[in-house]
């Protein structure tokens, strides 16, 4: 009995001593995290791989890096870069007021210019890129609210028609028209500091716009590693003699 007795008293006092630790590794709330990050002249860069499937084969058609500048309240420019599966280069940068195009995005252009400059912008600048965007704390929070977390995991499903609601990434992007009822499965990860450090997404087309035709019924897959959370970042303009408007 007295051996029982001290087994106890020992377990309680292993029990009670554990009790801080385990206070400290409670889970951060990530969207406070994103916010703490939220200032002007700083940011994140990414890298990511854009797979595109028919169901039956799968490829890659994409390759990207990316830095996104904040400002007070979320992203305030941009500068992307994407190789494609043909070699064929890309790159987008908006500065908050305009977003400039260089490569097939840019489409034809006068001789001696190689960017393409249209007002306004901010939204996912192509088809292949990440459909989502952990960086604006709304998206952030309803990933979080519609998925299910398990450790430093969240995994879930959003459509098309939620995320019209809460990004300016999507909502200003060319997919904002596909159907409403197209979900995005995803699954993202977070750092121990309770930041997003890889975000995995699918969705499978359809309802899509004209123009688009290629799309429906095609499935993207993109898969994206966040780095350098709170760097001071710079997002430049193109030379303007090299600018056509």
């Known amino acids: ?5 001290s ?33 002007p002249g700083h940011g994140v860069r ?6 595109w499937s028919d169901g039956t084969e799968t490829s890659q058609a994409y ?14 420019a941009y500068d992307i870069a994407s190789t494609a599966f043909d070699d064929e280069k890309d790159r987008v940068i908006y500065d908050g007021k305009a977003t400039y195009y260089s490569g097939a995005l840019a489409g034809d252009l006068p001789k001696g210019k190689t960017w393409l400059k249209v007002p306004g912008g901010g939204g996912m600048p192509s088809e292949y890129d ?6 604006e704390p709304a998206t952030l929070s309803a990933l979080l609210q519609k998925g299910s977390r398990s450790g430093n995991t969240v995994t879930g499903t959003i459509t ?23 979900e995005v499965s995803y699954k993202l990860t977070l750092t121990s500091a309770g930041l997003v450090g890889k975000l995995w997404s699918s969705y499978t087309a359809k309802g899509v716009s004209d123009g688009f035709e ?4 095609s499935t993207v897959i ?8 709170g760097a001071k970042v710079s997002v430049k303009t193109p030379n303007p003699k090299t600018v056509s408007e």
Not at 16 to 32: H, I, L, N
């Open 7 to 39: 087994v106890l008293v020992v377990c309680g006092a292993f029990l009670a001593g554990t009790t801080p630790a385990q206070a400290q590794t409670a889970p951060k709330d990530p969207v406070r995290v994103l916010k703490s990050e939220l200032v």
């Open 46 to 51: 990414y890298t990511e791989i854009a797979n």
């Open 130 to 135: 990440q459909v989502l965007n952990p960086t």
């Open 63 to 76: 390759a990207t890096k990316g830095v996104l500048q904040f400002g007070k309240k979320g992203l305030a």
């Open 160 to 182: 098309f028609k939620d995320l019209r609601k809460v990004s300016g990434w999507f909502s200003r992007s060319d997919l904002r028209s596909w159907a409403s009822d197209t």
């Open 1 to 5: 009995m007295k051996k029982t007795i």
């Open 222 to 229: 993109v898969d994206t590693r966040y780095t350098g959370w």
């Open 214 to 217: 290629e799309f429906e019924g």
